[in-house]
């Protein structure tokens, strides 16, 4: 079935809808809200950003975030997930609003990215949470439908979420305080999200007080244990364990371009004034070219994987990634990367939905759950990793040729793994 098919049917469910309008609302704040971060510390006129300070800041705000994010199905096993809906995203405004105002009063700046991680940590109960409470909304003949619609349909919400910062941060006159204005706007959006979670019912979401383990330190113990056994299980499932060892390193070049454009737009494509409006404006439409990409990917992927197997169509990306890569990135030119950015959007994303697909189709259920937690962890370090091997090579303008190639050598590297794979068990 096509994305438009499968949520006509799944909107015949009210719960769905319902909870779907929380998902849409709390992604499209995320997208508001890390824009934001990253036009204030790549824009802000009175820092000189550098590779190395884009990295510090993707470490600090996604390493904490991806090692404690596990254990936050512990709690969440143990609160009302619409309570946990509700509260969490009202509890994101009032940070959100507690981080704008820090940027005016220009604090320390580790001060300033205390408050941000706070807002961040919060996330992974509210995905956590949204994901937990989809067995509850729909039948279990949709429920692969729902888990294949309702991320991507949040994806392309945090995206419009991005494009939505980039128009306000342009509208509002530049200056100090024009971080903190996008800030209060994804503050307004994230009170939206909670005050939608009003409209389900208190119980709805689960979960069932029986089922709740009695202990939260066995809770706790348990879920260390678990994702050791998930380790082990994934070590025994071989397709599974290729298919994330290639979306890894898919997901490390999709960092490492990340920050290039990032550098770029500040100090390359930039109008030479001292706010850089110019280069803030062609990295936001590099984000929403991106999130184009992200989308076609969601439409052409399940067409695509229906005519060959999810691993070739990984190895067809890689492959295309590496030889579109270099060949529109060396040019350091604002255009050719546009292009870039959406053949990236739509490789990345067509690899994580061909991965999505595998692990749970290869992965005993029991064991699903703990997988996607290394899933996850592996996704955010990845990307953090990249920011640090960007910073390490990137000069201050963006242009690394050196970046590039090697970029281009893990594609093709992917490419031929994955094929070579393939025609082992063919």
Same mark, same amino acid.
């Given at each position: 079935?096509?994305?438009?098919?499968?949520?006509?049917?799944?909107l015949?469910?009210?719960?769905?809808?319902?909870l779907?309008?929380?998902?849409?609302?709390?992604?499209?704040?995320?997208?508001?809200? =890390?824009?934001?971060l990253?036009t204030?510390?790549?824009?802000?006129?009175?820092?000189?950003?550098?590779a /190395? /300070?884009?990295a510090?800041a993707?470490?600090?705000?996604?390493?904490?975030y991806?090692?404690?994010?596990?254990? /936050?199905?512990?709690?969440?096993?143990r609160?009302?997930?619409? =309570?946990?809906?509700?509260?969490?995203?009202?509890?994101?405004?009032?940070?959100?609003?507690a981080?704008a105002?820090?940027?005016?009063?220009?604090?320390?700046q580790?001060l300033?990215?205390?408050a941000?991680?706070s807002?961040t940590?919060?996330?992974? %109960? &509210?995905?956590?949470?949204?994901?937990?409470?989809?067995?509850?909304?729909?039948?279990?003949?949709?429920l692969v439908?729902?888990?294949s619609?309702?991320?991507?349909?949040g994806t392309v919400?945090?995206?419009?979420?991005g494009?939505?910062?980039?128009?306000?941060r342009?509208v509002?006159p530049?200056?100090?305080?024009?971080?903190?204005?996008v800030?209060?706007?994804?503050?307004?959006?994230?009170?939206?999200?909670?005050?939608?979670?009003?409209?389900?019912?208190r119980?709805?979401?689960?979960?069932?007080?029986?089922q709740v383990q009695?202990r &939260?330190?066995a809770?706790?113990?348990g879920?260390?244990?678990?994702l050791?056994?998930?380790?082990r299980?994934?070590? =025994?499932?071989?397709? #599974?364990?290729?298919?994330?060892?290639?979306?890894?390193?898919?997901? %490390?070049c999709?960092?490492?371009?990340?920050?290039?454009v990032?550098?770029?737009?500040?100090?390359?494509?930039?109008d030479?004034?001292?706010?850089?409006?110019q280069?803030?404006?062609?990295l936001?439409?590099a984000?929403?070219?991106?999130?184009?990409? %992200?989308?076609a990917?969601?439409?052409?992927?399940?067409?695509?994987?229906?005519?060959?197997?999810?691993?070739?169509?990984?190895?067809?990306? #890689?492959? /295309?990634?590496?030889?579109?890569?270099?060949?529109l990135?060396l040019?350091?030119?604002?255009g050719?990367?546009?292009?870039?950015?959406?053949?990236?959007?739509l490789v990345?994303?067509?690899?994580k939905? #061909?991965?999505?697909?595998?692990? =749970?189709?290869?992965?005993?259920?029991?064991?699903?759950?703990?997988?996607?937690?290394?899933?996850?962890?592996l %996704?955010?370090?990845?990307?953090?990793?990249?920011?640090?091997?960007?910073?390490? &090579?990137?000069?201050?303008?963006?242009?690394?040729?050196?970046?590039v190639?090697t970029?281009?050598? &893990?594609y093709?590297?992917?490419a031929?793994?994955?094929t070579?794979?393939?025609?082992?068990?063919?």
């Open positions: 079935m096509s994305l438009v098919s499968d949520l006509r049917t799944l015949r469910f009210p719960g769905f809808r319902r779907l309008s929380v998902r849409l609302l709390s992604q499209l704040a995320d997208g508001v809200f =890390q824009v934001a990253a204030h510390v790549v824009f802000s006129p009175q820092s000189e950003t550098s /190395a /300070a884009v510090s993707m470490a600090v705000l996604l390493l904490p991806s090692v404690l994010g596990p254990f /936050a199905g512990v709690l969440l096993d609160w009302r997930r619409r =309570q946990v809906l509700l509260f969490g995203n009202l509890l994101r405004a009032l940070m959100a609003s981080t105002a820090l940027l005016i009063v220009q604090v320390p580790w300033f990215y205390l941000a991680l807002v940590a919060v996330n992974r %109960f &509210i995905l956590a949470g949204l994901s937990a409470a989809l067995p509850r909304v729909v039948d279990e003949d949709r439908i729902g888990n619609v309702s991320p991507t349909a919400a945090a995206t419009a979420g494009a939505v910062a980039f128009l306000v342009l509002v530049s200056g100090p305080a024009a971080d903190a204005v800030m209060l706007f994804g503050s307004a959006v994230y009170l939206l999200a909670g005050l939608a979670a009003l409209r389900m019912g119980d709805l979401l689960g979960p069932d007080p029986h009695p &939260i330190t809770a706790v113990v879920t260390a244990r678990g050791v056994a998930g380790l299980h994934l070590s =025994q499932r071989r397709t #599974a364990a290729r298919a994330l060892t290639a979306m890894t390193l898919m997901r %490390f999709y960092g490492a371009l990340t920050v290039m990032l550098m770029l737009a500040r100090h390359t494509w930039g030479g004034a001292g706010e850089g409006e280069g803030l404006r062609w936001g439409i984000v929403v070219v991106s999130g184009v990409g %992200f989308l990917a969601a439409v052409l992927t399940p067409v695509v994987v229906g005519r060959l197997t999810e691993m070739s169509w990984m190895a067809v990306c #890689a492959a /295309a990634a590496a030889v579109l890569e270099p060949a990135a040019t350091f030119a604002a050719p990367m546009l292009v870039a950015a959406f053949v990236l959007g990345t994303q067509s690899s939905i #061909a991965t999505d697909t595998v692990v =749970q189709s290869s992965v005993d259920d029991a064991y699903r759950g703990r997988v996607f937690s290394l899933y996850d962890m %996704f955010n370090v990845a990307f953090v990793g990249a920011a640090g091997v960007a910073a390490l &090579i990137l000069p201050r303008d963006g242009r690394s040729e050196l970046l190639v970029v281009a050598v &893990i093709a590297l992917v031929l793994g994955l070579a794979q393939r025609r082992r068990f063919t």
